[in-house]
C-alpha cells in the first residue's frame, strides 16, 4: 500500500502500553512485514437471540454488538533471502511476532495490546489467534518460509464494556458494579423485575455463595431468554 507520496507502507503490529483505559504505542520493537498481504477482512457483529413469545412478535431480538475484529488469512514470511531487506530468519521473524503479539503478558494476566498499522488503518486490539504453516525448509529442516494467519479482536476497555452493558432492558446482558448494601436478589428485581433469578445470575457469575458481595465486584446479567 503506498503513500501519498509513493512511499510504500508496510503492514506493522506495535506493542502497546495501556494506562487509565488508554492504549499508547510504545518504544519496543513492532513487527513489521516484508511482503504486504493481498487482502483482509474487517468484521463487524451484532448479536441477536430469538424471542420466544407466540404471536406475529417473535424476531430476534438485538443483545449487544461484539468487538470489531480484523482478519489477516495469509501473510508471507520469508528467509531465503530473495526479498529484499531480509535481515532475520524466519524462526527469527516468528519469534518477534510472538513476542509483540501472542506473549502473555505476567503483569497484567491477559495477552498484550497491540496497534496494527497499514495506510489509514489504526486498531488497537488484542490477539486471538495465531496460525503459522512452515512451507519451505532447509535440507537442515530450518524453516524457509511460513504463510501466517491472523486473527485481532479490538481492545476493549472495562468502563467501554460497563457502559456498552448499561443499557436498561432485561434483552441485553447488563455488568454492574455492587456498591454498598446491596443484594443479589435486590439487584435482580433491579434488572429483571424479578428477585427470584438471583440463584441462576449467582451460577453464571460462579459466585461461591449470593450472600457475601463486596462494593466495586462486577456482575454480569444475562438476558432472559
Not at 64 to 72: G, H, L, M, Y
Not at 176 to 184: I, K, N, P, Y
Request: glycine residues 6%; contains cysteine.
Amino acid at each position: 500500500m503506498p503513500s501519498a507520496s509513493g512511499t510504500k507502507i508496510k503492514l506493522k503490529i506495535s506493542p502497546c502500553d495501556v494506562s487509565g483505559g488508554v492504549a499508547t504505542v510504545n518504544d519496543d520493537t513492532p513487527f513489521e512485514v516484508l511482503i504486504n498481504p493481498e487482502e483482509y477482512s474487517h468484521i463487524s457483529t451484532n448479536k441477536y437471540i430469538e424471542n420466544k413469545a407466540p404471536g406475529p412478535n417473535g424476531e430476534k431480538k438485538f443483545v449487544k454488538s461484539e468487538p470489531d475484529r480484523i482478519e489477516f488469512k495469509e501473510i508471507v514470511l520469508d528467509g531465503t533471502g530473495v526479498v529484499h531487506g531480509t535481515t532475520s530468519t524466519v524462526l527469527q521473524q516468528v519469534a518477534l511476532l510472538r513476542k509483540v503479539a501472542y506473549t502473555y503478558d505476567g503483569s497484567e494476566h491477559e495477552p498484550p495490546v497491540v496497534e496494527v498499522s497499514w495506510g489509514p488503518m489504526l486498531f488497537k486490539a488484542r490477539l486471538e489467534k495465531l496460525d503459522v504453516k512452515y512451507t519451505l525448509f532447509k535440507p537442515s529442516g530450518e524453516p524457509l518460509r511460513a504463510r501466517v494467519t491472523l486473527k485481532f479482536t479490538a481492545f476493549t476497555t472495562n468502563e467501554e464494556v460497563f457502559r456498552a452493558a448499561s443499557m436498561e432492558s432485561p434483552d441485553l446482558t447488563h455488568l454492574v458494579e455492587v456498591r454498598s448494601g446491596d443484594t443479589l436478589p435486590m439487584l435482580c428485581h433491579k434488572i429483571y423485575k424479578d428477585s427470584s433469578y438471583y440463584l441462576a445470575v449467582a451460577e453464571f457469575n460462579q459466585l461461591r455463595s449470593f450472600r457475601q458481595l463486596a462494593p466495586g465486584q462486577l456482575l454480569r446479567f444475562p438476558p432472559l431468554v
